[in-house]
């Protein structure tokens, strides 16, 4: 139960209780004098050492002094009392601050956030400050502080509440703690006896409280408290400060909040002994170390005591489902390269892979796991879903290749939780495997971070072994899972840990999903080309790859974020974008030239294919990592149209009135579309609260969508492709469509220009082929998964909404079809319908999510039953066009001789010399094939993901398993 549903329980069904609360925690803290404040207020952050002094202003108790995300200096000041001894200094404010003494040194920090766990503080809306100095009897310090919302979200304003100098009766604060422990007991626990017991300690404490005697209450409560569990269940309790890199608040404040999460961890283990801290995201360590570097030195004792704990090796947290298979594996790369030369961790100490909030997880992230060193997975976001509830919370999760990974779900669903005796019993009352004895419980305020504090510590103290509880005892994760690696773990779960829910992230924000897919191929180009090269792409590289990394984190690249992360993400994808263009250009320079017009490909499958230089057509032939010249073509007579139809001589394709293909007939005559193809439809997509940027209704399709009508329509041939341009226009939707042909091939292309301003609508285009069959082939992260396309049971209806990445396919015994797409991952694929979701139009958290221009293509390619490779070539033809350059000739440099592996990326090797070749095998049987490579080198090595050499690879014959990631090291 959070806080705001345990207090008004409180207040409305126990009046009396909640009184009796609040009244002790009113002789806590008695004010001895009040201190003065002054402010500085500005936008955006200003550094400690460049305040302007004199620019302070004089701020009053309970005056507001800023919106949502504006910042300010609090100076404060006063002096001590005569004969006043043990004082505390007491802050208030709505919003967060990091306190720094007069000299700068970072000191504590403050918040006031609501959490929807959080029980009640003792300060109420003050928080002590921990290391101000009052032995001068001055005081003097100051706040950073801010204002990011109420319950995170952007409503209210900031506040000054005041500043005060106070003494604290420990008596009393600790009779607080113990009250309150016991009556969330008393509300939760479901043995009638304990309930009883508790609150007749409860009333009978209370009365000896009001009459002055807080020893006496504290003694009563004391037979309660020492009463010892007699549960054999154990919880490992971890402290963490779950902090998302950007969310409801741009990423500048996540630099601040890191810094003032890691100030009260650090504080904390100073003075709790059996207390550890986790956290999980190198990224927020790396800004540590730029801006706090006093502060990083603090959590590099810390990690080397074993007080703090890294959890994880991913860069952050990232969402699993969008991001290419290479880009996570340098999550793991780059974040453990961070974490092994500033901490100096070992391979032992990295074997958790540490993602709770994460929208769901691909098939294949199990070898992708393995192979970056991460046996053991921790999340709790299938604890979401909203139709079926998944089965395990501690199991095995073998990937689509195999690989497996052990799992745990802390069982009360929550990264956030408080600790609370409801907090535990509900862990174990939704606990599958609670018979195992054990489980994780992750305590601590977050999402916007913090961690744990006050009331987090002085519950979870009381309940290390208290009666009607499981106990409770400090441990890291890590120690956690090597204990359960010990315990026989009875169940596995094969394939992708699918979330009932989100599923709206797929499609929200779509030009970061189509930056995102750009930039991860201009990447694979220049590593690519920097090999052919010989140029040292490191360094150069490092930075925009961290970025890209970042911006893949799961609340950025889903479009779950506010609208300044939005902005901020696209400007990043763009600059980048910018500077890789540079680099590609400097680098085929210095590649061997010749004359003429040529193609350079970038993949590892041969391509022959028309392409338009400067207004000409020319053929492109060139192998796999080769350039070669492109050859002037002349014209194409059996490219024809006429006004319902468009014909390449392969595929001859007829238009309805509305502008979808009604038939799509093949040289063998063959029908290819049982219904329409490439129907534009409009449906309803409603506010789903509070996740409108996540979420699509689960009954979308039961309504019936608008259908566009095509206006305006002109045919006409353009070198090697006929086109048909089709316009769709409403009154807050324009549509350009140019729907291609090109000679001898069998894809039809959709190039797509919209200028979007729907509100609560969402775009897809549908498609209802002849050939379909009861499952669909999803590519994923180096592979592709195989998911059902009937709605028998709920797990299948739940499923009506799922992510892929360039292609889906479904056949039946006389055919495939399969939708194709270059930036694009919404997808709908069932009874009979293949939908493609093009856009959506939430408002919250960002109003204007979606609204403006957007340029996509997406395209489908009829195929034979059972030869997906053909499929698989047209995805990376569409994502990764021709090369176009002057002059630039080299025969192919890397190959390989079966069409269903694939070589996926070609970099400088991490450490030392050497070049690495990432290859998979696409099509999910056994195969063995010869690499071939021009590239110079003495011996060739097999190595995991992290590049870490495993032993000679023989290049005439690699053997590959379904789906399996082979890297092989080229050295010397």
Known sequence: MGFASW????KVQQPAEYQRLMRI???IYTRVAPLRA???????????DEIDRSAFTPIRPGAAWGKVFDCAWLRITGEVPEGVRDAVVLLGIRGEGLVHSPRGELLDSVSTVFQQGDLPHSGGRYRPVRGVDLTSGHVEFYADVTYNGWILYEVGKAVYHGAQLATRDDEAYALYYDYLTLLVLAGATEDPAVEADVREALRDAYARFVTGDVAAAREHLAGQLTRPSDSDFVYSAVGHGHLDMAWLWPLRETRRKAARTYVRALNTIETRGDYIYGTSQPQQMSWMKQNQPVLFERMRRAVADGRMEIQGSFWVEPDTNLPSGESLVRQAVVGRRFLQEEFGLTDEQLRL??????????????QILKGTGMDWFQTIKLAWNKVNDFPHRTFHWKGIDGSSVLVHMPPEGDYNSRGAADNLLTGLLRYPERALGTALLVYGSGDGGGGPGEIHHEVIDREASLRGLPKVEHSSASDFFRRLERIDVE?????????????????????IKRHNRLVERKLHEVEALAVFTGADSRARL????????????????????IARVNREAIATYERIESTLDRYRDELIAQLPTGPGTTAINLTSLPRDEYVKVDGG??????????AAVVEPVGTFPELTYTADTLSNGRLTLRFGETGEIVSCRDLQGEEHARDGLNRLVLFDDPYVWPFNAWDIRVDYAESTPTTLRAGSVRSYLDGATVVREQSYRTSKVSITQRVVLEAGSDVVRFETDVDWHEKHRMLRAEFRPRHYGETVKCEIQFGHIERVTTERDPVEKAQFEVCAHKWIATEDSGGGFALLNDGKYGHRAKNGLLSLNLLRAPTFPDKTADRGRHHFTYAFAPFESGDLAPVIAEGYRLNNPLTIAQGTVFESLIGVDDPGVLVETVKRAENGDGVVLRLYESLGRPTTTVLRTALPHAVALTTNLLEVPAGEADLDRLEFGP????????KG
């Open 7 to 10: 207090l008004f329980g409180l």
């Open 353 to 366: 892979c540490w993602l709770p909030d994460t929208f769901g997880y691909n098939g294949n992230l199990p």
């Open 542 to 561: 490092e930075e925009p790859w961290r970025e890209v990394l970042l911006n893949q984190f799961h609340d950025i690249i889903p479009g779950s974020s």
């Open 963 to 970: 789906f399996e990631i082979k890297t092989i090291l080229l």
């Open 491 to 511: 169940h596995t779960h094969s394939g992708e840990l699918y979330l009932e829910t989100h599923q709206g992230t797929y499609t929200t924000q779509g030009q």
């Open 617 to 626: 057509w020319f053929r492109a032939i060139v192998e796999p990592y080769s």
């Open 38 to 48: 002054e402010i500085l207020r500005s936008p955006e952050p200003i550094r400690f």
């Open 25 to 27: 925690r009113r002789t």
